[in-house]
T-cell receptor, first 114, second 112 residues
Framework: GENVEQHPSTLSVQEGDSAVIKCTYS??????FPWYKQELGKRPQLIID?????GEKKDQRIAVTLNKTAKHFSLHITETQPEDSAVYFC?????????????FGSGTQLTVLP | EAQVTQNPRYLITVTGKKLTVTCSQN?????MSWYRQDPGLGLRQIYY???????DKGDVPEGYKVSRKEKRNFPLILESPSPNQTSLYFC???????????FGQGTRLTVV
């Protein structure tokens, strides 16, 4: 089955600096890569995603990049703010029958220091 | 409001006492799944269901059961809970063919 590795497990940055979280996946059939943000005590929520036919996608201060050949993808957050502090999960997704199966990474606790 | 609702939010129980965590969604989604979240391990899938009466094992199904008698409901059943099932549980739903998973608010289970 799919295996997703995520690094680092914890990341502290100064407010205004950039943060980068990296993930690798093993199954070449995976073709959709979402990122979820989980604030303390809350449910995971989708913040950005990328499909395998795209190399990069940006939404305001966050961007994702995908290298299909190397099977790795990354989340980039620029101009970090205290409200960016949360746990971030990457995931790799493939179709199983008619439904998408999600395999998550182990999570990164991002702390933005004021 | 479109949502996935889990109950209870918090539960403390004793080893061996059967329990059920309910999950209900009002978005008419076909696909539903259960995850457990443990520190350093991320979200691991327990069971999933592609539609009514269709369920299958995820990555960590041991000690759990599910049922899907109606499209909106997908309960998680622990027939004989053990301390290693102490965890944070999330239910999620997705519309077939679409990509975004919508999560419930989570159930923190402690088995003593």
């Amino acid at each position: 089955g799919e295996n997703v590795e995520q690094h680092p497990s914890t990341l502290s940055v100064q407010e205004g600096d950039s943060a980068v979280i990296k993930c690798t996946y093993s199954d070449s059939a995976s073709n959709y890569f979402p990122w979820y943000k989980q604030e303390l005590g809350k449910r995971p929520q989708l913040i950005i995603d990328i499909r395998s036919n795209v190399g990069e996608k940006k939404d305001q201060r966050i961007a994702v990049t995908l290298n299909k050949t190397a099977k790795h993808f990354s989340l980039h957050i620029t101009e970090t703010q205290p409200e960016d502090s949360a746990v971030y999960f990457c995931a790799a997704s493939r179709f199983s029958g008619s439904a998408r199966q999600l395999t998550f990474g182990s999570g990164t606790q991002l702390t933005v220091l004021p | 409001e479109a949502q996935v609702t889990q109950n209870p939010r918090y539960l403390i129980t004793v080893t061996g006492k059967k329990l059920t965590v309910t999950c209900s969604q009002n978005m008419n989604h076909e696909y539903m799944s259960w995850y457990r979240q443990d520190p350093g391990l991320g979200l691991r899938q327990i069971y999933y269901s592609m539609n009514v009466e269709v369920t299958d094992k995820g990555d960590v199904p041991e000690g759990y059961k599910v049922s899907r008698k109606e499209k909106r409901n997908f309960p998680l059943i622990l027939e004989s809970p053990s301390p290693n099932q102490t965890s944070l549980y999330f239910c999620a739903s997705t519309r077939t063919g679409e990509t975004e998973a919508f999560f419930g608010q989570g159930t923190r289970l402690t088995v003593v």
